[in-house]
């Protein structure tokens, strides 16, 4: 089955500044990498998914890059602001069955 | 987006009950249902996979004699923890799909005394 990493497991960062979190994944035939932002106690929301077609895909200040060949996709958060503080987790698979990375904690301090 | 409720929100029970969770598309038709058990500060993890009509697929690991899901409409989900022990109690979330996005639930936070 799909096996993904998501790297680093806590990100602290300067309000202003950028995050990027780091995932891979194993099986070459998971075509659908979504990224989802979770508060404590709260159902995971997503916030920008990729498509093993696309190389990259930007709204606003989130943005997400995906290599096929290294078998890796990332998130970039630009000017983080104190509200993007929460937990995000990536995802991968096919046919809408998803295995999820450990979640990295964001931190941004004003 | 699509909206996927759970209720309850909250359930404490006592060992060795059984308790039932919910998950309804609202404003949409999910043949699949998705349900996931996440311990504090961890990541989802997949349960099993709820197909409207059949029988649940569930992941390796998990008891599907205590763990019973039940898929009986297009919009309902359920998930019956049966024999409840402490080491049960978790955040239990369902998702859907519509289309070709995944949907979570606000979640389900069950807790064994």
């Known amino acids: 089955g799909e096996n993904v990493e998501q790297h680093p497991s806590t990100l602290s960062v300067q309000e202003g500044d950028s995050a990027v979190i780091k995932c891979t994944y194993s099986d070459s035939a998971s075509n659908y990498f979504p990224w989802y932002k979770q508060e404590l106690g709260k159902r995971p929301q997503l916030i920008i998914d990729?498509?093993?077609?696309?190389g990259e895909k930007k709204d606003q200040r989130i943005a997400v890059t995906l290599n096929k060949t290294a078998k890796h996709f990332s998130l970039h958060i630009t000017e983080t602001q104190p509200e993007d503080s929460a937990v995000y987790f990536c995802a991968g698979g096919r046919y809408s069955t998803l295995t999820f990375g450990k979640g990295t904690m964001l931190l941004v301090s004003p | 987006g699509a909206v996927v409720s759970q209720h309850p929100s909250w359930v404490i029970c006592k060992s060795g009950t059984s308790v039932k969770i919910e998950c309804r598309s609202l404003?949409?038709?999910?043949?699949?249902m998705f349900w996931y058990r996440q311990f504090p500060k961890q990541s989802l993890m997949l349960m099993a996979t709820s197909n409207e009509g059949s029988k649940a697929t569930y992941e390796q690991g998990v008891e599907k004699d205590k763990f019973l899901i039940n898929h009986a409409s297009l919009t309902l989900s359920t998930l019956t923890v049966t024999s409840a022990h402490p080491e049960d109690s978790s955040f239990y979330i369902c998702?859907?799909?519509?289309?070709?996005?995944?949907?979570f639930g606000e979640g389900s936070w069950l807790t064994v005394v």
């Open positions: 990729i498509r093993s077609n696309v």
């Open positions: 998702s859907a799909k519509k289309v070709d996005t995944i949907y």
């Open positions: 404003d949409f038709q999910a043949t699949t």
